[in-house]
C-alpha cells in the first residue's frame, strides 16, 4: 500500500495495524518512496525456540530426511575437490 505523508499522518493507527498484519506500507512524499512501514518480527524466547526445532525435527523425521547437517557439509565439502 502506498499513502502520501498528510494521509500517513491522519491514518497513522490504521496504518499499523495493516503493518501489523502483515501489510508493507510505502510512505510517499510527493510521489517519492520515502519510507516503509512493517511490521517488526518477534524474538522467541529460548523456550519458544526449541519448541520451533522441535516441532522441524519432527517433520524432517515425517518426512524421511535422515541425513544429518554434518553429512551434508561433509558432501558439499568434498564437491569442491
Known sequence: ????????????????AAAQ???E???T????PVATLK????RLTPEEGEALMARVRARRE???FTTTWEELKKDR?????
Open 1 to 16: 500500500m502506498r499513502v502520501g505523508v498528510l494521509e500517513a499522518k491522519n491514518r497513522l493507527s490504521e496504518l499499523l
Open 21 to 23: 498484519r502483515g501489510e
Open 25 to 27: 506500507v510505502v510512505i
Open 29 to 32: 512524499k510527493r510521489g517519492e
Open 39 to 42: 511490521a517488526i518480527r518477534k
Open 62 to 64: 515425517s518426512l524421511g
Open 77 to 81: 565439502d568434498e564437491g569442491r575437490r
